[in-house]
């Protein structure tokens, strides 16, 4: 097994710093191999190639055998997600209730497919099945929030939303940096 | 330890729990419950609770404002309950309560007494002054054991639960003998409420009787049923029930090791859960020497990682194991070799939030509720094109009518009911005719559906069949873990076979494919995944042959569902001149206008979402769907529209 800490860039370094300083908590036996991934997806939203090998490493059992089990469950995301991740319920109710057309909308509006991250890593998509608020379907959750009786049109206005945030953001940035120069 | 001693330990536990009640009591401010489940949470609980604290701070009202666990009432989210004894009222339930109504609520109801009947749900009590929701059917058919202190008490305050009785079930059970809390349980009749339905009392005997020591007991709580959140709602509502039914069940079978397993997907119970351990643990509920007896229950949590498979209990064992959550050969037994090969009890929530019940008031209690053969209740999260879509908890034996049409409202817009889908994944779609069918496990399964964890979806006329089998079997499918191969190449052929039919490329042999395939990986497969989930196929095809049958022969999706069977276009007769709401909503732009500025649709275009059917005013109903698409009328975009549409691009 090669070093995996070599070759990485600034962030994947930090990533295994983090990983190599919360390993030592958990006792190396085989029962903790699950905890210890959700609790490195947790911190880091994605579990990478170097982050495995670590944990193999650490309960002393082969890499192949992290990968296995980590892939085995829906849980678990090997790329990096999206600043805001967007994932759209496709549970029984949200599917008789058109779940995929909301998906759909998602993914064209962003030009990427279920699964995937935007190329400037601001939104990913992915379809999960059921997070259980059946009664208000369809369903997406937008990073934490839920948002119950989707439409089409709402995609649209949640991407607005978004873009009357960052604007707002910017205005204020410009304006308390116009702020400061004056103060100087 | 004796018996009185047990008492006397819990009694000052009461007696504080009591106190606390008394002194809340006694300080007569308004309490306001405000129901925080996930549910509520998605339908803006938190901001209703942010409105309250603002609004009386605001104003300078003392209040007390407790967040509470779902009462099961979701279309009515978000619920509060106000409390407030110097009005003169009842303790009332308000719906919807927006921050805005929050607001008002503080105002009009708090500051002046007005309790603002436009929000009223009911009162939580029998009174003359204002009708009671205890007399609505969805409160006065329920029967409910597992969910009765469910969005009446603060999940995370264990006072409360003690308050109403809590924890004397666990203090009666560690005061007899096990074998005859065993007894009990099997004089009750309590059958698994997991889905199979196989007899608690046995299995715990089972455990009992194993030699091996160190004994552990398991709460499966790993509800990976897409549309099911039962097991969800009662963590996060009621934590404490389940860990006393647990700890009473550890007691039975000897187990000094408890691990409840969790999805992951449900943070909020999750936590509610931690917290609830912790608690008990604290006031020697849990833990080391219970209530001062010699018996010690080690109680942890583990998150399972989303694997649908997991729900079954060799592969759940698996996967605790730090392996992948295959299932294994029984026997042997997990009650004789489990978790790290010791004697394991694995029980759903619903089993043992329904254990304190039992064990307090026997088990001939128990069997007075429910049938001979399925003693108990049922509780059941209906969703889909139902009125009042939430959970229910009924009585074994109550008749899907009433269940649907009675508690539920029925099935609103003016659409006819077409089929309800029982069981999930594992269960079956039943027509109209089994409506009069008794719900309890053995009626179910003759009919093709399943108990299963407790999802129920209403679908009317719109909903399509085979899509809804499709559906499923594209979950299984995904969700095999690939150990037998009947189950890992059966539903991915099943899968192909349906994607097929609603794509309108079915044969006439499919039919018969399906069916003898289903059977195939019904005996081809291990564990409960694979012997179910050719359920929702088999059932839809004895039950809804016809549609089948259109799809193959006639290419044409009755239900107008399956979006390669159908088309939109526009009634030119019925399109109002420059009306443009159509051209707005199409997320494709598809829409283009034609003579007479009315609007025509791009059929290479459109991609079938059904937005302007939605959109088009209704006093114009313009906007057609039809089967199969060829029969929506050619209506060719003008030449000049292309050209402006091309220029724009």
Redesign the interface.
């Known amino acids: 097994m090669g070093n995996p800490e070599s070759q990485l860039n600034p962030e994947e370094g930090a990533m295994v710093e983090d990983i190599a300083a919360m390993l030592p908590a958990y006792e190396g036996r085989r029962g903790n191999l699950i905890p210890i991934l959700q609790a490195i997806q947790e911190r880091h939203s994605y579990l990478s190639g170097a982050a495995m090998k670590m944990v193999a490493r650490h309960l002393g059992i082969t890499p192949g055998e992290v990968y296995g089990v980590a892939t085995f469950y829906n849980q678990f995301r090997f790329q990096p997600p999206g600043r805001h991740q967007i994932k759209v319920c496709l549970g029984t109710a949200c599917h008789v209730a058109g779940g995929e057309i909301i998906l759909e909308n998602f993914e064209r509006k962003l030009g990427i497919k279920d699964g995937e991250t935007t190329p400037d890593r601001e939104y990913s998509v992915e379809r999960v099945v059921c997070v259980g608020c059946c009664a208000l379907a369809p369903v997406a959750v937008l990073d934490d929030g839920v948002l119950g009786r989707m439409q089409p049109s709402k995609v649209e206005g949640i991407f607005v939303q978004f873009q009357v945030e960052r604007q707002r953001q910017e205005r204020e940035k410009a304006a308390r940096e116009s702020g400061e120069q004056e103060g100087d | 330890m004796n018996k009185k001693e047990i008492e006397a330990r819990l009694a000052s536990i009461h007696r504080e729990a009591e106190g606390r009640a008394e002194h809340r009591k006694r300080e007569g401010i308004p309490t306001i419950y405000i129901v925080m489940s996930?549910?509520g949470?998605?339908?803006g609980a938190a901001e209703t609770k942010h409105a309250f604290e603002e609004a009386v701070s605001h104003k300078g009202i003392r209040a007390r404002i407790v967040p509470v666990g779902c009462l099961g009432h979701?279309?009515a989210?978000p619920l509060v309950v106000i409390d407030n004894p110097a009005s003169g009222f009842p303790p009332i339930c308000y719906h919807h309560v927006s921050a805005g109504r929050a607001r008002v609520l503080v105002g009009s109801y708090l500051e002046e007494g007005d309790p603002v009947f436009e929000y009223v749900l009911g009162a939580m009590e029998r009174t003359d002054l204002i009708p009671s929701v205890m007399d609505f059917p969805r409160f006065r058919l329920e029967r409910r054991v597992v969910m009765e202190h469910c969005g009446r008490i603060d999940p995370d305050d264990i006072y409360q639960y003690i308050a109403r009785g809590g924890y004397s079930a666990l203090a009666g059970a560690l005061a007899s003998e096990p074998a005859e809390i065993i007894h009990r349980i099997e004089a009750s009749g309590l059958r698994g409420r997991g889905g199979a339905g196989f007899p608690t009392g046995r299995k715990w005997r089972l455990a009992r009787a194993a030699v091996t020591g160190g004994k552990i007991a398991i709460c499966n709580a790993d509800?990976?049923?897409?549309?099911?959140?039962v097991d969800?709602t009662i963590l996060e509502s009621n934590p404490h029930q389940l860990l006393e039914g647990l700890a009473i069940c550890a007691y039975a079978v000897g187990a000094n090791q408890a691990i409840v397993y969790v999805r992951?997907?449900?943070p909020l119970a999750v936590q509610t859960v931690k917290r609830a351990i912790t608690s008990a643990k604290e006031l020697s509920l849990l833990g080391f020497g219970i209530l001062g007896t010699s018996f010690d229950l080690e109680v942890s949590l583990?998150?399972g990682?989303?694997?649908?498979v997991c729900g079954e209990e060799t592969a759940l064992i698996r996967?605790?194991?730090?392996?992948?959550?295959m299932p294994q050969h029984r026997p042997p037994y997990p009650v004789e070799k489990g978790l790290?090969g010791r004697p394991t009890v694995v029980n759903n929530v619903k089993t043992l939030s329904s254990l304190p019940a039992i064990v307090e008031k026997g088990g001939e209690w128990f069997r007075t509720i429910g049938t001979e053969s399925s003693p108990g209740t049922a509780v059941f999260?209906v969703?889909?094109?139902v009125r009042h879509?939430?959970l229910v908890e009924i009585a074994m034996g109550t008749s899907l009518r009433t269940l649907i049409f009675d508690v539920c409202g029925g099935i609103p817009n003016n659409k006819a009911f077409k089929a309800v889908?029982i069981g999930?994944p594992s269960g079956g779609c039943l027509p109209e005719r089994f409506l009069d069918t008794p719900i309890d496990f053995d009626s179910l399964r003759q009919a093709g559906a399943m108990m299963g964890s407790g999802?129920m979806?209403v679908?009317d006329e719109d909903?399509c069949m085979v899509d809804?089998a499709r559906?499923?079997l594209d979950?299984t499918q995904k969700e095999s873990?690939g150990k037998c191969t009947f189950c890992r190449i059966g539903t991915s052929h099943l899968l192909n076979t349906l994607d097929r039919i609603t794509k309108g490329n079915g044969r006439e042999e499919d039919v018969e494919l399906l069916e003898t395939l289903g059977e195939d990986i019904k005996n081809g497969s291990l564990c409960g995944l694979g012997k179910t989930a050719p359920n929702p196929v088999l059932t839809s095809l004895r039950y809804f042959l016809d549609e089948y049958a259109a799809h193959i022969k006639e290419k044409r999706c009755p239900a107008l569902k399956c979006r390669s069977l159908i088309a939109y276009y526009i009634d030119l007769e019925k399109c109002a001149r420059g009306c443009e709401v159509c051209v707005g909503?199409c997320?494709?732009e598809a829409i283009f206008t034609t003579k007479g500025r009315k609007k025509g649709i791009d059929q290479k275009l459109c991609?079938k979402?059904?937005?302007c059917l939605?959109?088009c005013p209704r006093e114009y109903d313009a906007v057609v769907r039809v089967s199969p698409p060829e029969l929506a009328p050619v209506i060719e975009r003008p030449p000049d529209e292309e050209k402006s549409a091309g220029g724009e691009g």
Do not use: H, K
């Open positions: 996930t549910c949470l998605a339908s979701c279309y989210e509800e990976g049923d897409p549309g099911a959140y969800r992951a997907e449900y583990f998150q990682s989303g694997a649908f996967s605790i194991e730090g392996r992948r959550g790290w999260s969703v889909g094109n879509p939430g889908q999930g999802g979806v679908m909903a809804v559906y499923f979950f873990c909503c997320p494709v991609v979402c059904g937005e939605v959109a």
